[in-house]
């Protein structure tokens, strides 16, 4: 074996070697550079594309693996000069290594150039994305999903390319190969797939784009991104709540912010001590509230519904004309402190410490 490595030393010039090791160096040393040049010829692809825009966002998603290409195009150079392919297998037959070096090389040049095309599908997105907030065509979040779905797809791509160049193996006779196991993997990433088929029929069917409060049995929120597998909510405690996408798809589901108007309704306790002139003063006063409120519908619905052992219950509906939660919690404030002024003002009185009473507010579409 020493043999061997000597006379793969002897039969390469000095002069030969002092050009490949100054070929790496420069590499090394001018890689940013080479990187940039090669983006920038790549770059000119996409120029109508971008409409010669975000040329600098492009060299610094693609310099990195740019440079990592270069350097291999220099390893290609010095590969050339030491005529490695035919030297090396004479001082490595004995450890048997020769190939494999073989390999990780094609293994190296297949990663990088599938790294440079990830960072071109990321541009690709970039791109997509301003144009979106630009002229409001597209949803963004349906752009990162196909991006991401993309990026998935070349690295599916590129791992059947390394089984065929560099294994001699064939992607259809290892699909099949797998048998049980794949069988075994199937059946253990089910929910996941169920999770991905949630995401494209959430994608397909848009009950919900980012930024819209939703509301389901269990969970209330604003929705903040929608991925592969989950759905990432911002709940009203300031939480952040990543729900599978299976779960939202297959639950009921009420989109709060595409409401027109908001429906309140709560149910107003007076004490027995009211007359019935005071009770119909009172609603006549609240209907009067109503009717002079802009930002209320005209279909409210005022009236003496109860009567309980330790209060007299009058039910007030209403609808906000809004769909800003802002400007319904301004309203509701608003007649809030209209009512009372108006029990006060006809000698009326509210039902203290009442465990019965419920003051909620129900929000539905009208």
């Not at 990780?104 to 990088?112: D, E, L, Q, S």
């Not at 440079?116 to 979040?141: E, S």
Request: net charge positive.
């Amino acid at each position: 074996m020493l043999q061997n490595f000597y006379q793969f030393i002897s039969e390469n010039p000095l002069w030969v070697y002092g050009s490949a090791g100054l070929l790496l160096l420069l590499g090394w040393l001018l890689k940013r550079f080479g990187a940039k040049l090669l983006s920038a010829i790549v770059y000119t692809i996409f120029k109508r594309y971008s409409k010669n825009l975000h040329a600098k966002q492009f060299v610094v998603l693609i310099r990195k693996p740019a440079e990592h290409f270069f350097m291999c195009l220099i390893i290609i150079g010095v590969y050339q000069i030491l005529r490695f392919s035919n030297d090396l297998k004479l001082w490595t037959r004995d450890l048997g290594i020769g190939p494999y070096i073989i390999d990780v090389f094609k293994i190296y040049i297949i990663v990088t150039l599938t790294w440079m095309v990830m960072r071109v599908a990321d541009f690709i997105g970039y791109v997509f994305k301003i144009k979106t907030r630009k002229f409001n065509k597209l949803d963004p979040q349906m752009i990162l999903f196909l991006k991401d779905l993309t990026k998935i797809g070349i690295i599916l791509i590129s791992f059947f390319i390394i089984l065929k160049k560099v294994f001699h193996e064939d992607a259809a006779g290892v699909i099949a190969g797998l048998g049980i196991g794949g069988l075994a993997i199937a059946l253990a990433a089910q929910e996941t797939i169920a999770n991905l088929i949630g995401s494209i029929i959430i994608f397909s069917d848009k009950p919900f784009t980012v930024g819209d409060l939703v509301e389901t049995s269990e969970i209330k929120g604003v929705i903040e991104q929608v991925g592969f597998r989950s759905t990432r909510i911002r709940t009203m405690d300031k939480t952040l709540l990543s729900v599978p996408n299976k779960k939202l798809v297959d639950s009921a589901l009420n989109n709060l912010s595409r409401a027109e108007i908001r429906r309140i309704r709560f149910t107003l306790c007076l004490t027995y001590d009211a007359t019935a002139q005071q009770i119909q003063n009172v609603i006549s006063d609240i209907k009067k509230e109503l009717q002079q409120n802009e930002q209320v519908e005209k279909n409210y619905l005022v009236t003496f519904a109860e009567l309980q052992n330790n209060y007299l219950g009058i039910d007030v509906i209403y609808f906000a004309n809004t769909d800003d939660f802002d400007i319904l919690a301004e309203v509701r404030q608003e007649i809030n402190y209209k009512i009372i002024d108006i029990v006060h003002n006809n000698n009326a009185r509210f039902v203290a410490q009442n465990p019965s009473l419920i003051f909620a507010d129900n929000f539905k579409k009208k």
